[in-house]
């Protein structure tokens, strides 16, 4: 549940791992002690799911949508959840992200098409993003990837994309602090 008061996405959002059952399922009582575990530090403010940590790519449709059901269910009164939008095509995230505020999340993480690196189309990132936000309802972050890659953003892309109506924030995912 987002905070009243002031801007709610300030802090700390601790990274989440997707734990698997033998099986291939998701297990469902690591994942939820998973989420207990590492928001108890005071400091955390909310945890991303469904992203590169969380196993994305391995998940279904409906497994992304439990992850974040189960993100709610656990910590959702006292934390926030960003749930990660990460999709080649703009309705499967458009899909996606509907999904995740159906199942409760808090702010949307919007990453780039990955096949985009090769031939990135300044108009079609801007238009995945609106499209995901005017579908969802949901606040939105910006993902951001190596700012020395094929995969981030120019700067004017990047001005474009952080005045869309819903962007609240960007998570700089490069590990290049200095360039960035």
Known sequence: MIP????????????????????????????????????AEPSIVGIPCNGHAGECFLLSHEERRRVTELARQTIGD?????????AESTEEATAHAVDAAE???DVALVFPP???ALS???TMAVTHHRRVDEASGLP???????????L?????????????????GIKEGS???NAY
């Open 103 to 105: 199942a409760g999340a």
């Open 78 to 86: 006292t934390h926030i959840i960003v749930c990660g939008i990460l």
């Open 114 to 116: 990955f096949s985009w």
């Open 175 to 177: 590990w290049e602090s």
């Open 120 to 122: 990135q189309d300044d």
């Open 4 to 39: 009243a008061g002031e801007h709610p996405f300030r802090g700390i959002y601790a990274a989440t791992l997707t734990p698997f059952l033998p099986d291939g399922s998701i297990d469902e009582d690591t994942l939820h002690a998973h989420f207990l575990s590492v928001t």
């Open 152 to 168: 981030a953003y120019t700067q004017d892309v990047l001005a474009s994309l952080s005045v869309l109506p819903g962007v609240v």
């Open 140 to 150: 939105m972050m910006l993902y951001q990837a190596g700012v020395s890659s094929k």
